[in-house]
């Protein structure tokens, strides 16, 4: 973990509650990032939930009433404007491109007007931040900031995608924690666990952490993934 300043102020506390939750729009994605990184720090609420222009809170009801969860939610969101926030360390993860792993790798390609080695080499070497987490636990959700022709989604969303997957429609990217339905191009697949309930921190990734992948074999893929099931 390292420490950065906060990129953007937050300019207005208008607070929504429901039930046990509430939420607050924000600024931009930069300022969500930095706000709930600050926020999880310090361990007040039961859950902290970023969106791509919001957060939210869950609290106990039981030790405090809904009132009082939004006063000091408030005052947290005022404090955070001069605080210094965490950010995760990037990370890199390993991706096997071959066929049976990336059965959209030709159709993308042909959409970029690459060559499948070419699109290898190119995807490799791209560096993405994780949006948010959602759809499932682990599950995240890539932006780049390179300037990534329009790929789109499948006409017909695959019943199946294993879980690892790696789907990208743009500038957009996406990494599959676990097998699901799924309508994302697939690039590729990382042998590595996206989420272990297991662990302390049972997921891999995090909101505004830098991903990077690095091309494997087939033999790598198999011998890490034999290593994860330990």
């Not at 208008?14 to 924000?26: G, K, N, R, V, Y």
């Not at 959700?141 to 879980?163: M, S, W």
């Not at 697949?189 to 830098?210: S, Y």
């Amino acid at each position: 973990m390292t420490g950065y300043p906060l990129r953007s102020p937050v300019n207005s506390f208008d607070i929504h509650s429901c039930d046990d939750w509430l939420s607050c729009q924000l600024n931009n994605l930069d300022t969500v990032h930095a706000v709930s990184a600050a926020i999880r720090e310090q361990k007040i609420w039961q859950e902290v939930v970023s969106g791509l222009d919001s957060i939210a809170v869950q609290f106990d009801p039981v030790r405090i009433t809904p009132n009082e969860a939004t006063d000091l939610f408030r005052e947290q969101l005022s404090r955070l404007q001069t605080d210094a926030v965490m950010q995760t360390a990037p990370v890199t993860i390993p991706v096997c491109y071959d066929e049976i792993f990336a059965p959209d790798r030709h159709w993308i390609a042909k959409k970029m007007g690459l060559t499948v080695e070419a699109l290898v080499e190119w995807h490799s070497g791209l560096e993405f931040t994780v949006a948010m987490l959602g759809f499932m636990p682990g599950f995240a959700y890539l932006r780049c900031c390179e300037n990534i022709t329009d790929i789109g989604r499948l006409t017909k969303p695959r019943q199946k995608v294993e879980a690892g997957s790696i789907g990208i429609i743009g500038n957009q990217s996406c990494i599959y924690s676990f097998s699901s339905p799924g309508g994302w191009p697939v690039i590729g697949r990382t042998p590595v666990k996206l989420f272990d309930p297991a662990k302390d921190q049972p997921a891999l990734l995090a909101a505004d952490q830098i991903v990077s992948f690095t091309r494997i074999s087939k033999a790598e893929f198999d011998a890490t993934a034999r290593e994860e099931l330990k």
